[in-house]
């Protein structure tokens, strides 16, 4: 590949208008730091991080027109206009007739489990996201993997690891029956996956599928934009159309989205579950006055909606997202240069460490990923976040870890925020950590929440 084109062609099309002060740390000051947290980058001190890519979750900068939209809130108890543009550019962009906005994806997924899913049922989902199945599993459903093989295997190649294996689809369907098969749930791209995109192909096979066994399907349209952007660039027949039309031929293979608006869509805040069936919406709207607020607002100010319903027409330009997905591919090449093992292909919102090669010398019990995003916040003041076994938490039947193929590192890139300078000095600090991997030692914990205990546990150093 042409790198000195490639680096030109992700160029931003932005320009800096106000920028936010970093806070410089010494190694002692980082070290001190990562002690208190238990060795969980969650619960580090945001001030305390230099280059923060924990996540591109609410992260990302906002655009003038979307701060100016802020300000054209209009925060009336029910039927806010802010509602009716949000809801106007999801049935434009992603083509879905019903829109009830929420507090962000969560809320949706929420939502849509206790809408379709009834005690004992299974839904089967390209690999599982962890919000999105803990409301499977709190709404009486047992959650199956049924993506291809590939995407557990961080060296594969293939374009779309984030495909669904239709045999494996079929033999669940066939196992436990039709009818306890509520809906399939497909993530665009698949985060867990290491951001492998589906290809059109694939998303129109599982429809077509499950179409005629009334089985719905349901999108992760999370960071469908940037699959969108991918099926443009890989998939055969697609490069002469626009993101924006892609997009909308992916929704059209699906019956209804959970979408959290913090990432694609460029909010600090958001998300909404959109559908085509009239009776699910009828049941959108009354649960989410229990849980989230009016079914005009669903959580969110005036403004906040404003600014997502404005984030969705930027998101879906060409070069918004060339650029976006250009910045995450210029870093994961910088560190396949240096010999670091990531996973591959490059996703679209985040490189991906792998833990197993990066450190052989750690078993799955000594957390490997969960000690290289510490040793990364110490060595460079750079925050990740583990994908691996403390993520994959305990099966509920058995009580026991579950031992994912996958231990990920995954730095994940905010939209619009950090300059190509700040990924440079993620790849040397990558790199000097790579240097000395001899040395790392693993991570025992000392302390388990109940649930998505990656957000909360605490660890200490094995001596
Ligand atoms: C972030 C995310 C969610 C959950 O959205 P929140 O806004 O964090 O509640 C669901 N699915 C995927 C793929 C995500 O990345």
Not at 16 to 25: H, N, S, Y
Not at 328 to 357: F, K, S
Request: net charge negative.
């Amino acid at each position: 590949m042409d790198t000195s084109r490639t680096r030109r062609s992700w160029a931003e099309p932005y320009k800096i208008k106000m920028v936010e002060r970093l806070r410089m740390t010494t190694p002692e000051e980082r070290r001190r730091a990562i002690d208190e947290a238990g060795y969980n980058t969650f619960l580090l001190h945001s001030d305390m991080v230099y280059v923060d890519l924990l996540t591109d979750s609410g992260t990302s900068a906002m655009s003038d027109y979307q701060w100016a939209g802020m300000m054209m809130g209009d925060e009336a108890y029910s039927g806010s206009a802010n509602f009716y543009h949000l809801e106007a550019n999801v049935q434009r962009y992603y083509g879905y007739p019903y829109v009830v906005p929420t507090h962000q994806g969560r809320g949706a997924e929420h939502l849509i489990s206790q809408i379709l899913i009834s005690d004992g049922d299974t839904v089967p989902g390209n690999m599982y996201f962890t919000t999105t199945r803990l409301h499977q599993e709190l709404a009486g459903a047992q959650f199956v993997d049924v993506i291809v093989d590939e995407a557990h295997d961080p060296t594969s190649l293939l374009p779309f690891k984030g495909n669904v294996d239709l045999e494996k689809l079929r033999a669940v369907i066939a196992r436990v029956g039709a009818d306890r098969v509520p809906y399939v749930c497909v993530a665009a791209t698949v985060n867990m996956a290491g951001g492998q995109p589906i290809s059109l192909e694939n998303m129109k096979a599982v429809y077509e599928l499950c179409l005629p066994l009334g089985i719905k399907v349901i999108l992760d349209a999370t960071r469908a934009v940037e699959n969108a952007y991918f099926i443009q660039q890989r998939e055969v027949g697609q490069s002469g159309r626009s993101v924006a039309e892609i997009l909308f031929e992916m929704c059209s293979y699906s019956d209804g989205a959970t979408m959290s608006g913090k990432k694609d869509l460029l909010v600090n805040i958001g998300g909404f579950l959109a559908m085509r069936d009239e009776d699910v919406y009828a049941e959108a709207r009354s649960l989410v006055v229990v849980y989230e607020g009016m079914h005009t607002y669903g959580g969110l100010a005036g403004r906040d909606m404003e600014a997502m319903a404005r984030g969705i027409e930027e998101a879906v330009q060409d070069d918004h997202i060339k650029a976006r997905v250009g910045q995450v591919e210029y870093l994961g090449n910088l560190l396949i240069d240096d010999g670091v093992p990531i996973v591959r292909p490059i996703g679209g919102h985040a490189i991906y460490l792998d833990a197993t090669q990066f450190l052989p010398h750690l078993t799955q019990d000594m957390f490997p990923a969960q000690t290289l995003a510490a040793e990364l916040y110490v060595e460079g003041g750079i925050r990740a976040m583990e994908r691996g076994i403390v993520s994959a938490g305990r099966d509920p039947v058995t009580g026991n870890h579950r031992y994912p193929k996958l231990e990920l590192v995954r730095l994940t890139i905010p939209r619009r925020v950090y300059t190509q300078a700040h990924l440079d000095v993620v790849a040397e600090v990558v790199a000097d950590l790579y240097d000395r991997r001899d040395s790392i030692k693993g991570l025992e914990m000392t302390f388990e929440p109940k649930y998505l205990r990656f957000f909360q546990s605490r660890f200490r150093p094995l001596p």
